[in-house]
């Protein structure tokens, strides 16, 4: 576990970087979460995989695997990849202050 | 007042499912009926070795009807949709079957079309899947015709049904390359979307010493976009590529047709929400989901369903005599793991507790996560314990329901979360 400063308060996140309690999250911590995963620029289509990967984990408690993503947020799988080059669930989770999206077994 | 339940599909959870009701059909005033779409039932652990000529098969293949009990009414039709708010199954010809209580066991199909370029030119040429039988035949011919070459075992992505089997495909390739004194000619590939050689962090460790030991180069986060099966290479999503010579493929998985035809029934991949412990489905009371069709974190195996199974039937006694549900399912999972060489590695884990090692179901029993042949015998054992004790719904001697606790090493300390 380890603690970072974001919009002025400690957040608690676990060893690979998501949120240990998704309620701290708040809007005005992406940019800054986004450009440590080195998503500089972010664009409107960003913003529209995070805001479903939130309500996707409020309403089901969980986030969506990149398939399920694909098929329901309306951002195809393709241009996923292109938003978040190195994993759209995981790293859109991050962004979204969410836990780790659950590994299917 | 004879309460009906219709079971849809007679696989491994819909035929023992069926069979432990009509035990209590009378008692409990219960009418059961099965639907499938034909009379074959295919036991699905052995297409891992057809392509190998380890099982013939036409050995793997017993008719669906016979293998439920005598008071089980089985109908043999297509399913076109659930009507969930009218308690019915409407059926490919137009007929409605009416239930009090539905059983959803359609288990998970196969979705090669949903990766591009996958059917290509290269379907059945030099791009097979062991995960059905026709792909299964055509495999032990292309193997057999291999002679040299980059041999590529490719899973899509998860969720998928025995997520063991790939590994243990690319074990009993390289066991067989050897056999026929052709290692050295043959690459062995394993590309995975996942992070590591399995799903659990244990277990992985051990796989990936094993894929090592047999020079198997182990390719991760590898998120197939598409196959190009003229230049015979496979593309990721981040523009890698990985060329083959032989492509062997575990497509896409996702529920049965049926389920996305159904409104309200399925989730995006046709799989139902359900209960992790009850196994009641999140969609209405009166519908129970075992084994693959469940959209649940527990492995898609059959060893789940067959765990479920003894945790399901009591709990839909007693939801038709208005109880509270009684049972509460684990996600225990049992695994053969074949190795290559008469040998074979156990793993048995469940929602909280991932494979550890130690011996199965007690101190004495058979090694967890170590190749033995006594696991490689237990493995081959199974298949007269499917037909004969699994499928009628009775219980296995000492293989129990709940993960067994004894026998496992290191138990307290290695817990993970499934969130669920």
């Known amino acids: 576990m380890s603690t970072i400063t974001l919009a002025g308060k400690d957040i608690a996140r676990t060893d690979d970087g998501f949120f240990e309690d998704p309620s701290q999250w708040t809007e005005d911590m992406v940019p800054d979460l986004a450009k440590a995963e080195g998503i500089e620029q972010l664009t409107d289509r960003h913003w529209v995989v995070i805001r479903f990967m939130r309500s996707e984990y409020l309403t089901k408690g969980s986030g969506p695997s990149v398939r399920a993503l694909g098929k329901s947020s309306g951002v195809p799988i393709k241009e996923l990849y292109e938003l978040f080059p190195k994993g759209p669930a995981k790293q859109a989770a991050k962004i979204a202050g969410i836990p780790k999206p659950i590994g299917c077994i | 007042m004879t309460k009906r339940i219709v079971i849809l599909g007679a696989g491994t959870g819909g035929t023992l499912t069926a069979n432990r009701l009509a035990r209590h059909a009378e008692e409990a005033g219960l009418e059961v009926i099965v639907i499938d779409k034909d009379d074959d039932h295919v036991y699905q652990p052995g297409l891992l070795f057809v392509p190998f000529?380890?099982?013939?098969?036409?050995?793997?293949?017993?008719?669906?009807?016979?293998?439920?009990?005598?008071?089980?009414?089985?109908?043999?039709?297509?399913?076109?949709?659930?009507?969930?708010?009218?308690?019915?199954?409407?059926?490919?010809?137009?007929?409605?079957?009416?239930?009090?209580?539905?059983?959803?066991?359609?288990?998970?199909?196969?979705?090669?079309?949903?990766?591009?370029?996958?059917?290509?030119?290269?379907?059945?040429?030099?791009?097979?899947?062991?995960?059905?039988?026709?792909?299964?035949?055509?495999?032990?011919?292309?193997?057999?015709?291999?002679?040299?070459?980059?041999l590529v075992l490719n899973v899509i992505d998860m969720p998928i049904k025995c997520p063991v089997a790939p590994l243990e495909f690319t074990f009993l390739a390289d066991a067989y390359f050897q056999g026929r004194g052709l290692r050295d000619n043959i690459e062995i590939v394993y590309a995975t979307p996942l992070d590591g050689a399995f799903t659990k962090p244990e277990a992985s460790k051990h796989l990936s010493h094993m894929l090592d030991d047999r020079h198997i180069n182990l390719v991760t986060n590898f998120n197939t976009g598409e196959v190009d099966e003229e230049a015979r290479k496979l593309i990721s999503y981040d523009g890698q590529e990985l060329t083959y010579d032989l492509l062997v493929t575990i497509p896409l998985h996702g529920g049965a047709a049926f389920v996305g035809m159904s409104p309200k029934l399925g989730d995006e991949l046709d799989f139902i929400p359900t209960d992790p412990y009850t196994l009641q489905s999140k969609v209405a009371d009166n519908i129970f989901v075992i084994g693959d069709a469940a959209g649940l974190s527990a492995s898609k195996a059959g060893s789940v369903a067959h765990f479920e199974g003894e945790v399901l039937v009591p709990n839909i006694l007693a939801w038709l005599a208005g109880k509270p549900l009684p049972e509460s399912f684990d996600g225990h999972a049992n695994c053969f793991i074949e190795t290559g060489h008469h040998k074979a590695l156990l793993i048995d884990f469940n929602y909280e507790t991932e494979p550890l090692e130690g011996h199965f179901p007690g101190?004495?029993?058979?090694?967890?996560?170590?190749?033995?042949?006594?696991?490689?015998?237990?493995?081959?054992?199974?298949?007269?314990?499917?037909?004969?004790?699994?499928?009628?719904?009775?219980?296995?001697?000492?293989v129990k329901a709940q993960m067994p606790r004894a026998g496992k090493r290191n138990l307290e300390v290695k817990h993970v979360k499934t969130g669920k």
């Open chain 2, 363 to 398: 101190p004495f029993g058979l090694p967890l996560l170590k190749d033995s042949y006594l696991n490689h015998m237990g493995k081959l054992a199974f298949q007269q314990l499917y037909w004969h004790l699994l499928l009628p719904g009775h219980d296995i001697p000492m």
């Open chain 2, 53 to 150: 000529g380890m099982a013939e098969a036409e050995h793997l293949v017993k008719s669906r009807r016979r293998q439920l009990h005598r008071g089980v009414s089985y109908i043999e039709a297509g399913i076109d949709h659930v009507e969930v708010d009218q308690n019915q199954v409407v059926l490919e010809d137009g007929t409605n079957v009416p239930y009090d209580l539905l059983v959803v066991a359609s288990g998970a199909t196969l979705r090669p079309e949903e990766t591009e370029g996958l059917m290509g030119p290269g379907w059945g040429r030099d791009v097979f899947t062991f995960y059905n039988m026709e792909g299964s035949i055509g495999l032990q011919k292309a193997l057999a015709a291999m002679d040299h070459g980059r």
